[in-house]
Nanobody, 116 residues
Framework: QVQLVESGGGLVLPGGSLRLSCAAS????????VGWYRQPPGKQRELVASMTPGGSINYEDSVKGRFTVSRDNAKNTVYLQMNSLKPEDTGVYYC??????????WGQGTQVTVSS
C-alpha cells in the first residue's frame, strides 16, 4: 500500500512558477512509475508528465519546455516544477505512483490557479 501527500499548489500570476511536491509512503518507491495528472475545470483528467523507474519521461505537449518532472528516490518524493504558467494550466493536479501492470495510487489533489 502506498499513500501520496501533495503540496505546493496555489494561486499564481500568468508567467509565474510553482513547484509541486508529492511525498510517498511505503517501500519500493524506486520501482514505481510516477507522474502527475491534472483536471481543468469542466474537462477530463489528462496526463501532464510521467517518469519510469529507468528515468524515461514524457510530457503532455502543452507543457513541454515549461514543466519538469523529477524524483528523489531517497526521499520517496516526486516533484513537478512548473514555469511560465498560463491560465490554461489551471486545474486540480494529482500525483500518481504505480507498479507496472498494477492500478495506480493517487494523491488527494491540489488546486493550481493561474490568473491575473
Amino acid at each position: 500500500q502506498v499513500q501520496l501527500v501533495e503540496s505546493g499548489g496555489g494561486l499564481v500570476l500568468p508567467g509565474g512558477s510553482l513547484r509541486l511536491s508529492c511525498a510517498a509512503s511505503g517501500s519500493g518507491f524506486s520501482f514505481y512509475v510516477v507522474g502527475w495528472y491534472r483536471q481543468p475545470p469542466g474537462k477530463q483528467r489528462e496526463l501532464v508528465a510521467s517518469m519510469t523507474p529507468g528515468g524515461s519521461i514524457n510530457y503532455e505537449d502543452s507543457v513541454k519546455g515549461r514543466f519538469t518532472v523529477s524524483r528523489d528516490n531517497a526521499k520517496n518524493t516526486v516533484y513537478l516544477q512548473m514555469n511560465s504558467l498560463k491560465p490554461e494550466d489551471t486545474g486540480v493536479y494529482y500525483c500518481t505512483a504505480r507498479r507496472p501492470l498494477l492500478s495506480p495510487y493517487w494523491g488527494q489533489g491540489t488546486q493550481v490557479t493561474v490568473s491575473s
